[in-house]
């Protein structure tokens, strides 16, 4: 992976986090923004400017890719770099958590 790319998006934004996230299954902006109220309890809402502008960015960065558009709405999914960086993460968020409970990271 690009060492640019990785020092960009690790630590992620929670935006970023639950964009990247939604987008293992094809989705538009709309959908994911509904699709994170959900996950979250509604305690995190992605405005459209911030919406567009995360997906502009991850698109140009490789990690999303358009697939298609449908009724004007351009949907998205998570490029391999994109599950690299995921996962990369994932695994710092796992670790976080096991630290709070006092636990040794493995």
């Known amino acids: ?4 790319l990785r020092k960009i998006y690790v630590p992620m934004t929670e935006t970023g986090f639950y964009i990247l996230y939604c987008l293992r299954q094809e989705m538009h902006g709309y959908s994911i923004s509904t699709r ?4 979250t309890g509604g305690e995190i809402s992605i405005s459209a400017g911030t919406m567009y502008g995360t997906l502009s960015k991850m698109e ?3 990690l999303i890719r358009r697939t298609r558009e449908e009724d004007k709405r351009k949907l998205y ?13 994932l695994k ?6 096991r630290n709070s409970r006092g636990e040794k990271y493995e």
Do not use: A, N, Q
Request: hydrophobic share 35%.
């Open 60 to 62: 140009k960065d490789g």
């Open 36 to 39: 994170v109220k959900e996950l």
């Open 1 to 4: 992976m690009d060492s640019r």
């Open 77 to 89: 999914l998570i490029t391999p770099t994109g599950e690299e960086i995921l996962g990369i993460e």
């Open 92 to 97: 710092r968020i796992e670790r976080l958590y």
